[in-house]
């Protein structure tokens, strides 16, 4: 360990592990380490130390089923029944090896012992149970790292047999195997690579001292090849009744778990294992794991669900615990006793501020004005692609030639060699880079553009090392010359250090050419460009060059899809295209943890896709709201099952064979707010708009004046629905689908509800952009700009909400009732253990429970058409006018604020079957890219 390491563990054992920490508090430790590493720096020192306890996290939010419930934990800690050993020995490896933040440590711990406690006590034989939970937290967030804790104690609390079901693909079960080597065997299951090298065996958590009682054997090993199989199990000559904890780390492949359940089947008697506690950890639990065959034609389930099944009926004690970031697909899951439905418990965890997550980088929050907002200035829309890898193109087109590769991908390229620089500047020259292509999903083609990517990385690469004139000039624009397209690096990163983001790294710094161009040559040295699929030979060896750091260009397809980590990824460039929206998010490989390069990540895309990953994080971020709800209000998994197969984004995020038991989908809006925050541009769709919209205020009869707003109350649902059916949203908002809210409109007047309609015209009051209706009501428009990246037929609302402010919901409600509503709202916040320190109430909780059934809202927002004018990629305009002009009409967006429901009216439609086939393709892919893989 270097000096300064030595320095940091110091500081972290005279600071303890807190989750608040004071300035003196950190320069009263640096100066007491000064004593002993003199010569340490001091300023990299305190912004290590700041970086690592300003981290914070929200406290995670759980729902879980009562009639099975049995608490255990708490006793059998006061009985001392473990020493704990195998935990204690992790959390020590998390804060001094991997530098977990102590707020992080803490949270894992509260979080473990839930999920602990909602299982079984190992220790009691004498029981029969089977339990089934659900961990939900984000892509790259550190789900690894969270069930590698909660099997540590289950092994120090009696669990005896931990099975951990690792993606389909040999290199994600290799990756997850080498984790758990390092977080809880902390020994080198690949036993010959020790010998050869003349290595000690212990690794991660076995260098600790201390803990000799924290033992467990492994029957799998982290080789490419080190599934399971009944010869391995054999050859180790491990008793498969020791008291010692026994782990697999095994493929979600028919195979292997067939293999897999005949072994265990050997080792039943009178057809069950009864001195064993079964763990199942299934990772990325949405993938592979659901049963997609047709109940209702009496198929069986599919091979790896029913598998699954069958493993765990051969105990009489057995806890499944699914780990996702798109729990979507597993919602779906029919309740019954056999399949794998969460029916115990949901846990929803947050992720820590220096998270990096599809909301810092799409910015789709779902609360209006919320600080999150501020975006990553990192996403590149691109558009020049389509003679290098066209749309839809087969497996056996013509491939695209060194010639067709576009610019784009050179500056991407380019992009890669840089940030590999800038970290060697900052003092990362051991660390990992990676850059992710991911183009096409058929193997052919992506070792054909791996091949090319080579050519023209050598091409770099020699005229770097023979510091040709040109080509540095192209480095230097890059670094430090911001041009139509593409932002500098020095401009991202003043943007960044300006914004409310800079919180979450503060170890960021501008450099310059200076500094940066003789450091090229030592980056491109450690620079491969690899393809990863079943068919190149290629493979990631990211361990193998831990203390040296290794710098990968990864081409790939499913494999580099889902679960596998792509070590320092900064750059990466995708254009592959999935209409599901988990399948789409799983691919966001560039989420996660970018400590010290957060400014140095680059995506480039198409605009189609940047379009949807926005969808994806509104869909997702609503859901997450129903959750926290219900978590507070005492809701079970089934019940947000049901939240689910109502909600009105539902079907944009999984695929339909993961809803194969809920064809019939019923949606709800109670308690919705819903926006058209995406407008046609044509302009005869939009003055259609304004003619529907001026002839609905023309009917309206007399108003008030509310707020310098126009006020129209008690008017007619049927009023309204004519209003809808006349307007036009943008195509690809399907969640304001104004038929199907018509149609649910009307079926909950039956019920006296929605019946009496409450209109609003808003007003912006100090603007020159100002319109008059035929009834003679002047108002001024609004500015809501417009995303520059998205499709140039779509008004995409830049924070994707109309709503400007918040109370713009409460202006037709009384001062009583919003009174009520705001200490409703401060309990709330208090009892989630946060501050609201607003003046007036959250609206969601005014729709959910102080918003009269009868009575929805409309508000009605014209909005200024200068903000839709902006420039596509080629620097055209793509509206007719850069400055307003009195005669320029403006758009018109709505927005309804729907009361909660006491019915439980839902719109029952039936799905395009388009979605299933898009996903079937991808299931096949999947499929022979694992064949490839198999022994």
Partial sequence: MDNFQVAVEICQSIIGRKTNVTDEEINNAIRQVKKICANVDTEKLKNDLLSMYSIQIDTFQILEGKERREPWLKD??????????????????????????????????????????KLFNPQRPDIQINKKGLVVGQVQSGKTANYTGLICKAADSGFNLIIILAGIHNNLRSQTQTRLDEGFLGFDTQFERVYANNQKNKIGVGLIPGFSTAIANSITTSAEKGDFTKKAAQTLGINFNTPQPLLLVVKKNVAVLKRLHIWLQTQTINNKIADKALLIIDDEADNASINTNKRENNLDPTKINENIRKIISLFNRSAYVGYTATPFANIFIPQDEEDLFPRDFIINIPAPTNYIGPEKVFGTSIIPNNIDDDLLPIVSPINDYEFFVPQGHKKDDAKPTFNDIPESLKTAIK??????????????????????????????????IKELVEKLFHYYKSEIEANDTSTMAEFQQLLEVDTPQYKSFKTVTTEILSSRLYD??????IHSWEEIKPLLYKAVQKIEVKSINGSSGDSL?????????????????DKLSRGLTLEGLSISYFLRASKMYDTLLQMGRWFGYRPGYVDLCRLYTSTELNEWFRHITIASEELKEEFNYLAESGGTPENYALKVRTHPGCLQITSLAKMRYTQQIDVSWAGRLIETYQLPMDRGKKKKNLIATDYLLANLGNYEQKNNNYLWRNISPEIICDYFTKFNVADNLKKVN??????????????????????????????????KFSNGIEVGCFDRNRADDTDKNTYYIRKNHIVGNQQDEFIDLEDTLLKDALKRTEQYKKDKGQIWDKDYPAPEIVRQEFRPHTTPLLLIYPLNPVCANVKDLQGNIIADTITFNPEDEPFIGFVISFPNSKSRIAISYRVNQVAEFAETEDMFDATNDNIYDEQ
């Fill in 76 to 117: 059998f800690k006061a009985n001392k029944k473990s020493n704990w050993a195998f935990w204690l020995r992790y959390t020590s490896y998390l804060e001094k090896q991997k530098k977990f933040a102590p707020s992080i440590i803490m949270q894992l711990d509260n979080l473990t012992d839930k999920i602990l406690d």
């Fill in 415 to 448: 992009s890669f060699i840089i940030t590999c620089a800038i970290r060697i500047a900052r003092g990362q020259e051991t660390k990992h880079n990676s850059m992710l292509i991911h183009v096409s999903r058929f193997q052919t083609w992506q070792n054909h």
């Fill in 504 to 509: 979450i790294d503060n170890c960021l710094m």
């Fill in 541 to 557: 060896t990211y361990y193998e060059y831990e203390k040296t750091g290794i710098s990968v260009i990864a081409i790939g397809g």
């Fill in 738 to 771: 104004l038929d199907l809210i018509c149609t649910y409109i009307r079926d909950l007047i039956k019920e006296k509800e929605l019946t009496s309609w409450s209109v609003v015209l808003m007003n912006k009051s100090k603007t020159t952009a100002r319109h």
